[in-house]
């Protein structure tokens, strides 16, 4: 197809009367009003993956809760459940106790490498997909072009003074919101107690009052923030935007406007020709703008309240597929490539941009433009930041593989530090703790090493003093024991002397130590 017959093509493509909010030659004051904005329904390959993005997080959101887990008669059977009254997280196979809440703050050390991974990689991928905000908004925009239409109709409608279909509508559209910012705020309460128990207590006024609070603040946050609030989350309360520019370097891929190609942008291409002018590939039509989420317009270039979400990739795709030119007018593109092209096309900055340079008489891009690269995606920042991310798995991995699931602590009476028995032995008092990290009960011994002539006897343990204690343990529960250690005057051989307590189940062989001071008077 021909120049010529390209341009005229170019005449009825739809031209979209969108104009952005918070350009930077429009730049509104910080405490300006909203200016409301009605993004176009994108199609194309990245709005299907947000779909199937928002599709998946979504069920792993509101499905969790319900997914059951055979952990035996002693521990629920929820996959995934903060029991906050045992303290105890429980996340399929694994049981987090308080004390290995190392474990979760590793896991938010790697989300945060993993993070900044995404980031120096595919920019603010996180935040144009998998972002809470990001999801709820899009869930909340199928909602409103399912009752109020697409862009055209929703700004009439905004427009137009209320009548009885108007009010119907929003009244309609606000209902269905609530509706799913009660389901977000009760399914996350879900998480905290038996999902199928805590749902009928919500609705027979059995459940806790903090139940009822959680769920209506979280009701109030996900409708506002979802459905009022919008980009506006993003834009002026979220610090990723200001923190992200850090992790991008000249390699990163982020969406970018091609100008290279695409301009000077012409609505009337072929009166341009006619007139011998440079004409590039945008048609000006604003696609991009219409269906951005955030408002804004790519072609003025990288923005603070861009998202990376590429819908402005896929309308423009769109355009240029009606046009028969190459796609990625917009695309993701690394500033190294976009300067190598840009350079091409400015003759190396001598003259402004002129398009011809970079496409033959068919219209094409010629072979010598640089496309997407993905091997600039391992360099020495990535590894760095992939490398971290891999040491803090594996450590979490060796961790969690390694943990001991019996332990003992053990606490000396302080007052009195020791007490001379009738016969002049010397009698120790220590609170001994045995925590049974497993969820089955557990028969376990406890061993005296050290002092080779003393006994201890236990509180509520019916047996004459020995070296050997058979104590049962409750599962995953921690039992506490009153030990008293004597040791006859005529073995004391100081002050202060040593021993262990030595816990082992035998039918595992797990075994616990813990070494305690023995007080005695001075000689």
């Known amino acids: 197809?021909?120049?010529?017959?390209?341009?005229?093509?170019?005449?009825?493509?739809?031209?979209?009367?969108?104009?952005?909010?918070?350009?930077?030659?429009?730049?509104?004051?910080?405490?300006?009003?909203?200016?409301?904005?009605?993004?176009?329904?994108?199609?194309?390959?990245?709005?299907?993956?947000?779909?199937?993005?928002?599709?998946?997080?979504?069920?792993?959101?509101?499905?969790?809760?319900?997914?059951?887990?055979?952990?035996?008669?002693?521990?629920?059977?929820?996959?995934?459940?903060?029991?906050?009254?045992?303290?105890?997280?429980?996340?399929?196979?694994?049981?987090?106790?308080?004390?290995?809440?190392?474990?979760?703050?590793?896991?938010?050390?790697?989300?945060?490498?993993?993070?900044?991974?995404?980031?120096?990689?595919?920019?603010?991928?996180?935040?144009?997909?998998?972002?809470?905000?990001?999801?709820?908004?899009?869930?909340?925009?199928?909602?409103?072009?399912?009752?109020?239409?697409?862009?055209?109709?929703?700004?009439?409608?905004?427009?137009?003074?209320?009548?009885?279909?108007?009010?119907?509508?929003?009244?309609?559209?606000?209902?269905?919101?609530?509706?799913?910012?009660?389901?977000?705020?009760?399914?996350?309460?879900?998480?905290?107690?038996?999902?199928?128990?805590?749902?009928?207590?919500?609705?027979?006024?059995?459940?806790?009052?903090?139940?009822?609070?959680?769920?209506?603040?979280?009701?109030?946050?996900t409708y506002v923030f979802g459905g009022l609030m919008r980009e506006q989350v993003c834009t002026y309360m979220c610090p990723w935007p200001r923190i992200q520019a850090a992790m991008l370097d000249e390699n990163s891929l982020t969406v970018t406007y091609n100008d290279w190609r695409g301009e000077p942008r012409s609505r009337h291409a072929k009166k341009a020709l006619a007139a011998g002018d440079a004409v590039g590939d945008c048609v000006d039509c604003n696609a991009c703008v219409a269906v951005c989420p955030m408002g804004i317009d790519i072609r003025d270039g990288q923005q603070l309240e861009c998202i990376t979400c590429a819908l402005c990739i896929d309308a423009c795709d769109g355009v240029m597929d009606k046009l028969n030119r190459d796609r990625g007018l917009i695309s993701y593109a690394t500033l190294a490539d976009y300067n190598q092209n840009m350079a091409l096309a400015t003759a190396n900055g001598t003259s402004a941009i002129y398009p011809e340079r970079v496409r033959g008489r068919d219209g094409r891009l010629l072979p010598g433009i640089t496309n997407v690269r993905f091997t600039r995606i391992v360099r020495p920042r990535t590894m760095v930041y992939f490398a971290a991310w891999s040491l803090v798995g594996l450590a979490l991995l060796y961790g969690l593989m390694t943990r001991d699931r019996l332990q003992v602590n053990v606490l000396h009476d302080r007052n009195p530090q020791y007490v001379v028995l009738s016969d002049g032995s010397i009698r120790n008092g220590y609170t001994v703790k045995l925590l049974n990290k497993i969820p089955e009960p557990r028969a376990v011994v406890i061993s005296l090493e050290g002092l080779p002539d003393a006994a201890m006897s236990a509180v509520g343990i019916n047996e004459p003093a020995s070296r050997k204690l058979a104590v049962t343990l409750e599962p995953d529960r921690l039992r506490t024991l009153k030990i008293y250690v004597a040791q006859p005057a005529a073995a004391i051989n100081g002050s202060v002397q040593t021993l262990r307590f030595v816990v082992e189940d035998p039918s595992s062989f797990e075994t616990d130590s813990y070494t305690a001071s023995f007080e005695a008077p001075q000689p």
């Open 1 to 221: 197809m021909t120049a010529f017959d390209t341009s005229i093509e170019r005449n009825a493509i739809e031209q979209h009367t969108a104009e952005p909010v918070n350009a930077p030659r429009i730049r509104q004051p910080l405490y300006a009003p909203r200016r409301k904005i009605f993004p176009r329904r994108a199609e194309g390959t990245f709005r299907r993956f947000k779909w199937l993005v928002m599709l998946i997080t979504l069920m792993i959101y509101y499905v969790t809760p319900w997914l059951r887990w055979d952990r035996g008669p002693h521990a629920p059977d929820q996959a995934v459940l903060v029991d906050m009254a045992n303290r105890r997280f429980y996340f399929f196979f694994v049981e987090i106790w308080p004390q290995e809440f190392w474990l979760v703050a590793g896991l938010l050390v790697m989300a945060g490498f993993g993070l900044f991974l995404v980031t120096s990689v595919v920019g603010r991928a996180w935040c144009g997909y998998a972002c809470p905000q990001t999801v709820w908004v899009d869930l909340f925009l199928v909602v409103e072009r399912a009752i109020e239409g697409d862009r055209n109709a929703r700004i009439k409608l905004d427009a137009a003074p209320y009548d009885a279909r108007k009010l119907a509508l929003r009244v309609s559209k606000h209902a269905i919101w609530l509706l799913i910012a009660v389901a977000t705020g009760g399914a996350w309460i879900l998480y905290f107690a038996d999902a199928p128990s805590l749902f009928v207590g919500l609705f027979t006024a059995q459940a806790a009052p903090i139940a009822y609070i959680t769920v209506a603040v979280l009701t109030a946050t």
